[in-house]
């Protein structure tokens, strides 16, 4: 596949160059500031899950982001080889208004926040790479 | 991660000087409130003025520091960026759950006034 590849361990601390290079890329093209930091923030909740539920914390993986550029918009890979999610319905879960502390969610909002900022959001458990996909396209008139 | 303590009455202002409060971060941010919190603390502002990147991890320990809390006090947060102000939005935690000041100031005469006995 082409594009701009990057990599890191998995560690969390590492997750901030991910969304900075991300950032990086993303302000070159045709979006504007906030879907350039709603993107920041997709790839970085990706690889947190990346890290967290897939590799459950261990530091020896790898997860790897794709971007791929094309005319009408962006498509980025978020790549890991850990377990994969089980229930994908959560990428489709809606937030509910907490209305008191009891009821605040306890996780599922970084899949979330990935589904606000992009267009689209697919899954591809295994074989060997989990693979999450998310696609946005550009708003503004490109010059 | 570095943190300012204050107390102000007995509301303790705690300003977050780190840049990212993100799932790197949050551990440490949810040890440092549990402490105060176990010191007997129950009044908290929070001054995110610093803080130019939040994520879920980073929501998630403001959450879980206002269940430590358990209903016996209050947790607001102040100085909130546009980056971090549209997140509270997003997820709708605005909308009641925590209270959100222009500055520290206001939110620590809120606090105080919602305090008093009476």
């Known amino acids: 596949m082409g594009g701009i590849q990057l990599s890191i361990a998995s560690r969390l601390e590492l997750v901030r160059l ?33 890290i967290k539920h897939a590799y459950k914390g261990k530091p020896d993986g790898l997860v790897r982001v794709n971007v791929v550029v094309n005319d009408t918009g962006l498509v980025i890979c978020v790549q890991d080889r850990g377990a994969s999610l089980e229930d994908t319905t959560k990428l489709a879960n809606d937030l509910s ?22 267009d689209s959001v697919g899954y591809k ?6 693979v999450l996909v998310m696609r946005k396209a550009f708003s503004k008139q490109s010059k | 991660m570095e943190f300012v303590n204050r107390t102000e009455q007995d509301i303790t202002v705690v300003s977050i000087r780190g840049q ?35 994520d879920s991890s980073g929501l998630a320990s403001l959450m879980s520091s206002m269940k430590t809390l358990g209903g016996h006090g209050e947790m607001v947060v102040c100085c909130l960026g546009d ?9 709708r935690l605005d909308r009641g759950v925590f209270r959100i000041f222009d500055t520290e100031v206001e939110a620590v005469t809120a606090l105080s006034s919602s305090a008093k006995p009476g």
Do not use: Y
């Open chain 1, 18 to 50: 991910l969304g900075q290079a991300v950032r990086g890329i993303c302000q070159g093209l045709p979006f504007s500031g906030e879907e350039v930091d709603a993107l920041e923030l997709a790839v970085c909740e990706a690889a947190n899950n990346a």
């Open chain 1, 97 to 118: 208004v907490p209305r008191s502390v009891n009821e605040l969610p306890e996780g599922g909002m970084g899949l979330f926040l990935i589904r606000k900022a992009v």
């Open chain 1, 125 to 130: 458990a295994g074989d060997p790479d989990n």
């Open chain 2, 20 to 54: 990212r409060m993100d799932a790197a971060a949050a551990p440490q941010f949810k040890g440092h409130m549990v402490d105060l919190i176990q010191q007997g603390g129950t009044l908290f502002v929070l001054n995110l003025e610093k803080v130019d990147f939040m």
């Open chain 2, 83 to 91: 980056k971090v102000r549209k997140l509270f939005a997003i997820t």
